[in-house]
Structures are given as structure tokens and as C-alpha cells.
């Protein structure tokens, strides 16, 4: 029994450490090279870190699960574009934030966008809207309706 425990054990963990490695990305300019390069889309993350409820509540249903990070890992270049009320924030990111949650209309969060960087005139990367979703308690659900917004290869 205590071997079946044991195993048990190393395989949730193996599952936590998975999820826990995705990589976050806060600076928008260096997630959109890295998404031009890799040719997969952003998904920008609006959420209020410290404070909004369902944003917590989508981290711990859907954002953390190895589910998702397997699904991220292969579609997708993650960034998180935090509003937080009580931790301390850069003014550069700040801006940067605020700036693109007026860009794409963000009422309310958590608002996940996905949207595709194209390079303009001068480099100048423009973000082409390709679709938002909100909370899912499904992990399952959320990753089906996020793969429906992404362009097909």
C-alpha cells in the first residue's frame, strides 16, 4: 500500500511541476518577437492578481492544470497583463498593461484575448484580435473554446 502511495504522490507532483512550468511572459514587445518567430499566437491574460476572485478561481481550474499546460506549451505564447491593487508594479509595465486592456476594451476580468502580432511598416507589430473568453470551471471546455478561436494550420 505504501509503495501505491508513494507512486501516487510522484505522479501528482510530476503533473504540478508541469503546469508550474509554463513561462509568463510581462513584456508584450518580447512575447510578440518570440510569437512571430515560433509562428503561434499570444494569449494575453487581463487579470487582477492579488485581488479578482475569478481570476484566481481560472488559474486554479484551468491556467495551473498539466491539462492546460500541455495544450499551451504546443498552441500558444502565454502573457499575463496584471492589475494588481496591493503588490508593487513597475510604471513601464503599468502603462504597457493599461494600454493594451484599452486596446482590446477589457470591462471586467479575468478577459483572456487571443490575438495574432503582424509586422507593419517601420517593425511596428500590430495585434490582430483573433477572439476572448472568460471563466470556465471545465478545463476540458476552455481549451476547446480557445482551440476553436486559433487559426487552423
Known amino acids: 500500500m505504501k509503495k501505491i502511495i508513494v507512486l501516487f504522490v510522484f505522479l501528482i507532483s510530476g503533473f504540478v511541476a508541469q503546469a508550474q512550468e509554463l513561462n509568463w511572459h510581462t513584456d508584450m514587445y518580447k512575447a ?30 484551468v491556467l495551473k ?21 496591493t503588490k508593487a508594479q513597475d510604471e513601464t509595465l503599468k502603462a504597457q498593461n493599461a494600454q493594451l486592456a484599452q486596446m482590446f476594451s477589457v470591462r471586467g476580468y479575468p478577459t483572456v484575448w487571443f490575438v495574432n502580432p503582424v509586422k507593419g511598416e517601420g517593425n511596428k507589430i500590430d495585434l490582430q484580435g483573433l477572439g476572448s473568453l472568460g471563466y470556465d470551471k471545465s478545463a476540458t471546455n476552455w481549451i476547446n473554446n480557445a482551440t476553436a478561436l486559433l487559426p487552423k494550420n
Request: charged share 25%; with cysteine.
Open 32 to 61: 510578440a518577437e518570440l510569437s512571430l518567430k515560433e509562428k503561434k499566437p499570444l494569449l494575453l491574460f487581463f487579470t487582477g492578481s492579488d485581488w479578482c476572485g475569478w481570476c484566481i478561481k481560472l488559474q486554479k481550474d
Open 65 to 85: 492544470t498539466s491539462e492546460f499546460a500541455t495544450w499551451a506549451t504546443k498552441n500558444v505564447i502565454l502573457v499575463e497583463l496584471d492589475f494588481p491593487r
